[in-house]
């Protein structure tokens, strides 16, 4: 590596910020060993004065974690300080983040003070943390609209305060690539002392410049990123770990710098922090999202058959995704029906392409994306059995209050024959779920539930919308429903109903093998 940015990740302060009900103390703690296993170089992981819960979480990280510095923010005032720095205390090493804004609005109408009362301020605070730690970062928030040279005056007190890292962050991610870079060569250009420090970027997302700012800086001569995972944060959010580090890794070729991060970590750590916060990643976020390594059309699936970087920059392994995905809608050709089929052990001579994709046309338009299940059932059926579910649901009745245990009672036709059970549960769809599994018989292990509204107001619609895993193979079901008990027991039967289709296609496959 020509030249190495440190990789600062805030996920657990600035993305914390942006949580509508904060992390418990476990969840931080959880999501600290994640963080650290991605091996950044600081990880800043709460705000100890803000609250005990916090002070307590922070303590706490920093008596578990070793590895990267642990931080904690601090106003430019004494009591934050002091709080931070008996937080840090049990950590391996520390650094204490202190900051005050500098651009004229902030001072006037937030802080109610001159710039330099505000530099005062940052000079007594720095001195005081460095009574605690030798690592000290501050920030001049709104950097970006602060007056370039107000700025260079403030950074360099700073510096001579003992600041060892200096941050100049896009709070309100105003600014443009090209403006923010010049920023930050006008202070590596104009303050004296400046090589005693080492220059950070802190840029949010509100003109989805975040990524895109704080890779100018790094072209500038910054060498700190700070950032999250998924990219949460206050507002739009920060500037995503994910993507900032894999620019630098991919790209290290055209930015001659690089940086530290396991990048296989990346896809668990954006899978736990999106769960844990419940912000869930939009399916097509670069790096992390559903369809980051999807390929659904055939011109792109038959390219990346044929050599996998036509179409991906990177392979999904890099990322730590498991692998890239094929999907088979109707926008599909030729080329990755035969690969699929090919996958599951069947030759050209098993099938006749034309009329083979001609049913496959047809399902994919009829409902979207086209599974392995099908392809094989319009081998061996000819035909597509969609319409001839095995199990009908005939009723479903739930009862749930804060007192009692819930309970349900799912009636299920199956074929001639008229089923039911009841069961009890955690709630009503659990209960409903344990009623339908006494009745197929199958117990499946559902890896993805996911419920929404559709509609508008009282008038909306659940849906529901899951994976499950039966005997190794993954189904998805969905379900619609005016109440969402219901709903999600039409997604369940819609699983039981694929399985049993599954189930039916391989016994046919086994005779005809035999016959
Ligand atoms: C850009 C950022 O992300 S900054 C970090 C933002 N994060 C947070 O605010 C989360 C944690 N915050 C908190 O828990 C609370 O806001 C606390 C404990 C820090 C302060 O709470 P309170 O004392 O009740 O004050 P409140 O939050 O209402 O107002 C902030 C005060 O801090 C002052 N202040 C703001 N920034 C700074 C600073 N960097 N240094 C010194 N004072 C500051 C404000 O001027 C205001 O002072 P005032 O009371 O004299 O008007
Ligand atoms: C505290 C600072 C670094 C911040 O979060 C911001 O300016 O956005
Ligand atoms: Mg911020």
């Known amino acids: 590596m020509q030249d190495k940015v440190w990789i600062f990740d805030t996920t657990l302060r600035d993305g ?174 104009n303050v004296p002392n400046i090589d005693k420090a080492r220059l950070s970027v802190h840029c949010h997302n509100d003109l989805g410049l975040a990524v895109a700012n704080s890779i100018a800086a790094v072209q500038a001569g910054a060498r700190q990123i700070e950032c999250t995972i998924n990219g949460i944060g206050e507002r739009a959010g920060n500037c995503s770990l994910e993507e900032a580090a894999m620019i630098l890794k991919m790209r290290e070729d055209h930015l001659q710098v690089g940086c530290d991060i396991r990048s296989e970590e990346i896809y668990r750590a954006s899978r736990q922090v999106a769960k844990i916060c419940n912000m869930p990643v939009q399916p097509n976020k670069a790096i992390v999202g559903e369809n980051a390594f999807a390929h659904s059309s055939g011109i792109h699936q038959d390219g990346v058959l044929k050599a996998q970087n036509t179409y991906e920059i990177m392979s999904p392994e890099t990322v730590g995704v498991p692998n890239n995905q094929l999907n088979m809608t109707s926008r599909s050709g030729r080329h990755v029906i035969e690969h699929r089929l090919s996958e599951l052990g069947y030759q050209k001579s098993d099938y006749d392409m034309d009329s083979l994709y001609e049913s496959f046309l047809a399902l994919a338009d009829q409902k979207g994306t086209v599974y392995d299940y099908d392809l094989e059932a319009m ?91 039966y005997d190794g193979r993954r189904y998805h079901g969905t379900g619609l429903a005016a109440d969402v008990v219901e709903a999600s027991v039409h997604a369940m039967v819609h699983v039981y109903n694929l399985i049993h289709r599954a189930a039916k296609v391989s016994s046919l496959k086994q005779q005809r093998k035999a016959g």
Do not use: W
């Not at 530099?119 to 000290?136: G, Q, W």
């Not at 962050?169 to 105003?174: F, H």
């Not at 059995?385 to 649901?393: P, V, W």
């Not at 039911?420 to 409903?432: C, D, L, R, S, Y």
């Open 16 to 189: 914390e910020q942006a949580l509508k009900a904060s992390l418990t103390e476990e969840d931080k703690i959880l999501l600290a060993h994640t963080i650290s296993r991605l091996n950044v170089d600081v990880m800043e992981v709460g705000f100890p004065v803000s609250s005990p819960a916090d002070f307590r979480a922070v303590q706490r990280i920093a008596r578990e974690i070793s590895g990267p510095s642990i931080c904690g923010l601090a106003r430019a005032v004494s009591k934050d300080i002091e709080a931070c720095g008996e937080a840090l205390r049990p950590a391996e090493k520390s650094r204490i983040h202190t900051f005050i804004a500098t651009s004229p609005l902030h001072l006037e109408h937030k802080l109610r003070m001159s710039l330099d009362d505000a530099t005062e301020m940052a000079v007594k605070s720095i001195k005081l943390a460095r009574n605690y730690t030798d690592d000290v970062e501050f920030s001049c928030e709104d950097a970006s609209r602060t007056p370039f040279d107000d700025l260079c005056r403030v950074v360099e007190r700073a510096i001579d305060a003992g600041a060892s890292t200096i941050n100049l962050p896009d709070t309100v991610g105003y600014v443009t690539p090209d403006e923010y870079a010049a920023m930050i060569r006008h202070i590596r250009n």
């Open 379 to 469: 081998i061996h059926f000819n035909q597509i059995t969609d319409k001839d579910d095995f199990y009908q649901l005939q009723f479903v009745n739930a009862s749930s209050n804060s007192q009692s245990i819930a309970s349900a009672t799912v009636g299920i036709a199956m074929g001639e024959q008229l089923k039911q059970e009841a069961a009890t549960g955690n709630g009503p769809v659990e209960a409903a779920f344990l009623a339908l599994e006494r009745i197929t018989g199958k117990a499946v292990d559902i890896v993805e539930y996911n419920l929404d509204a559709t509609g508008q107001g009282a008038s909306s619609l659940g849906q529901v919308d899951m994976i499950a895993k």
